[in-house]
């Protein structure tokens, strides 16, 4: 047993052992069943309150909104009280925000429960995160991350298709279906998962593995070698918004026309596709390296979303935009969850929270920005620009992990290892 001071050591058990299983990917799996079954439905929900483009993307861009302002204070409560209170109370909010969505009479209140949701789901993220972080060793992190995000993408092939059928029966139903499953999804963590932030942090103990302070965290970040790893970040957030938030599906439904039933098909074909790769990668970057697969990834997303911009610009078919739809969620499979694995990799143990919050933020802004800026272009300018733009992103995102960014496969291992 550890000593009253001493950091928890890393956890030895396999990656997909019945612990992690429970602890880990089965929560996981059922909050992003939950969440995917609301996902086709947003856009076309937005729509109903007779908006445009432009004013129905801010239902991505305030979700957006919410995770940003919820970035810093979730990894100081992560550090200050621990991971477990934080793992509980973010799908708790979640749950009553999409239950509130299902009510919602105007705009205007949609956007407010979108807010609190997007704050929820960041206190979620950075939880659950942290749990890992502080669980597992460098040497199985790739395919414990990748691992949570493959049985997230399982959640997702069900979910939508399931959502596009419940829409034909209410617009409204899915966001209940979504708030009952977010509170089934804390209910295996109540009961089986401990606290796991390192003891030091949460006494206060004077010794070599005390709590980093303030000023101590940042001159870490502005020394320590991550000049490169935070606007990587947020080229891969930005990247990754019109990915995330349902922006491609946004442009289809105004586009294109389509459905709430199509839109449901399209994630659930994707998710498919990706959830071979997604575990596939994490073996590889444990095996060869983080760079092995996020610089080939964001390439091969940019030049999707090079596809996309091509067929915006000539008006090619709802055939061509489903080709690129699946091109650039190919490329998003073989990053899904590389950036939080090199993140996790870097994050001081004795400050994980903390780091967790800056790191995050920079992701959220990143997230916000992204589909503002797809909408703000795609109305004053062109699809095809708004698409051009976000494979700048994605080739600058490739570009600073490749030659900005260190190798942290082996950074430290010795000691996580042990």
């Known amino acids: 047993m550890a000593a009253p001071n001493e950091q928890p050591k890393p956890d030895r058990r396999a990656v997909y052992s019945v612990d992690q299983f429970l602890t880990l990917y089965a929560p996981a799996f059922i909050f992003a069943l939950g969440a995917s079954i609301a996902t086709p439905v947003i856009p076309v929900f937005a729509k109903s309150f007779d908006t445009g483009f432009g004013v129905a993307s801010l239902v991505i861009v305030i ?19 621990g991971r477990r209170p934080v793992l509980f109370i973010g799908p708790t909010v979640m749950a009553l925000s999409s239950i509130l ?3 919602a009479s105007s705009f205007p209140e949609l956007l407010v429960y979108r807010f609190i949701g997007g704050w929820a789901m960041e206190m979620w993220r950075q939880a659950r995160l942290a749990v890992v972080a502080d669980r597992s060793r460098r040497s199985q992190r790739g ?15 069900i979910g939508p298709a399931v959502g596009g059928f419940l829409a034909a029966w209410s617009i409204r139903t899915p966001f209940v279906v979504h708030g009952i499953l977010a509170l089934l999804a804390i209910v ?5 998962v401990k606290e796991t932030a390192p003891l030091a942090n949460r006494r206060g103990a004077q010794n070599d593995d005390a709590p980093l302070s303030n000023r101590e965290l940042w001159r870490m970040i502005r020394d320590g070698g991550l000049v490169g790893f935070f606007p990587a970040q947020f080229f891969a957030s930005m990247t990754r918004g019109v990915l995330w938030g349902g922006t491609l599906l946004l442009y289809a439904t ?22 071979p790769v997604t575990l596939s990668c994490g073996y590889l970057m444990d095996r060869f390296g983080r760079k092995t697969t996020m ?7 940019a030049l999707g979303l090079l596809f996309l911009a091509c067929g915006a610009q000539w008006h090619w078919s709802l055939v061509s935009f489903i080709a690129g739809f699946f091109w650039v969620h190919g490329g998003h499979s073989v990053t899904s969850g590389s950036m939080q694995v090199i993140g996790s990799d870097m994050a001081p143990a004795n400050a994980r929270g903390r780091f967790f919050g800056i790191w995050r933020l920079v992701g959220e802004i ?34 600073l992990l490749a030659f900005s960014v260190k190798e942290t496969r082996h950074s430290g291992r010795r ?4």
């Open 143 to 157: 395919r414990q991350l990748t691992g949570m995000v493959g049985v997230e993408a399982s959640g997702r092939l």
């Open 415 to 418: 000691s996580e290892d042990s």
């Open 188 to 192: 295996p963590s109540f009961f089986l």
């Open 101 to 103: 969505t299902a009510v």
């Open 254 to 275: 105004f586009a294109y026309g389509t459905s709430a039933q199509l839109l449901g098909g399209l994630a659930t074909a994707a998710s498919v596709i990706g959830i």
């Open 366 to 399: 990143g997230a916000l920005v992204s589909p503002l800026l797809f909408a703000f272009v795609a109305e004053h300018f062109a699809y095809s620009a708004a698409f051009a733009l976000f494979a700048l992103c994605s080739f600058a995102t490739a570009l």
């Open 63 to 81: 979700h957006a909104l919410g995770g940003l302002f919820a970035a810093l204070p979730t990894g100081f409560l992560l550090d200050k009280f």
């Open 295 to 301: 610089v080939p990834g964001f390439t091969l997303i």
